[in-house]
């Protein structure tokens, strides 16, 4: 399975914008980049993919680079509630799972 | 539209005991899969389903069978349950390969 790698924790503050980066240098040319978030005791939830352009939804942007070795999730004016770990994972256009997936980031909002 | 549901919440049981954990989703998606997260890790694959009577393994399978008998639902069945089980499972559901997963709010299995 490809893996995706970040840092373990990340500090921001209410209501200015948080890039989470992630790196998969062995990226498959098939491969889409996911975003999960998982509040305490709750399941992990989709924030947003793509496969090669930038993408944008209600509660995220995803900054693709060029070569598709890295990512940026942005979240443009964090608030308390998205304080969560953020996982990012590659899923394959040929499956709908991927084997392990890292620790994630948490990260702290601080008001 | 209820998504994905998982029963029990909670559950307690015995070294050698068995039990299933119930998934199932309202949102007639094909793929389906089971997870298990350890305190402060990420998510495992233990088993996964590609359509109704379609089933393979992930990463930690020893231990756990499943079924998919319609596409609604996708039990785990823990065979004869051991300390190392405990663990939280989530199951998870995605209508296509490489579309985003929908996940239950898991079922927390402590196994004394």
């Known amino acids: 399975d490809a893996k995706t790698t970040q840092p373990n924790s990340m500090e921001s503050n209410e209501e200015e914008p948080v890039h989470l980066p992630c790196n998969h240098s062995?990226?498959?040319?098939?491969?889409?980049i996911h975003w999960y978030r998982q509040l305490p005791s709750q399941g992990p939830e989709y924030v947003i993919h793509?496969?090669?352009?930038?993408v944008n939804n209600r509660m995220a942007s995803l900054a693709i680079a060029e070569d598709r070795k890295s990512s940026t999730l942005i979240l443009h004016r964090a608030t308390l509630r998205d304080a969560a770990v953020y996982y990012c994972?590659?899923?394959?256009?040929?499956?709908?799972?991927?084997?392990?997936w890292g620790a994630g980031t948490k990260l702290i909002i601080k008001p | 539209n209820a998504g994905v549901t998982q029963t029990p919440k909670f559950q307690v049981l015995k070294t050698g005991q068995s039990m299933t954990l119930q998934c199932a989703q309202d949102?007639?998606?094909?793929?389906m899969s089971w997870y298990r997260q350890d305190p402060g890790m990420g998510l495992r694959l233990i088993h996964y389903?590609?359509?109704?009577?379609?089933?393979d393994q992930g990463e930690v399978p020893n231990g756990y069978n499943v079924s998919r008998s319609t596409t609604e639902d996708f039990p785990l069945r823990l065979l004869s349950a051991a300390p190392s089980q405990t663990s939280v499972y989530f199951c998870?559901?995605?209508?296509?390969?490489?579309?985003?997963?929908?996940f239950g709010n898991g079922t927390r299995l402590t196994v004394t």
């Open positions: 998870a559901s995605s209508s296509y390969s490489g579309g985003p997963l929908h």
């Open positions: 949102m007639n998606h094909e793929y």
């Open positions: 389903s590609v359509g109704a009577g379609i089933t």
């Open positions: 062995t990226i498959s040319g098939t491969d889409y």
């Open positions: 793509g496969l090669t352009s930038n």
């Open positions: 994972i590659l899923l394959g256009m040929d499956s709908n799972y991927q084997l392990i």
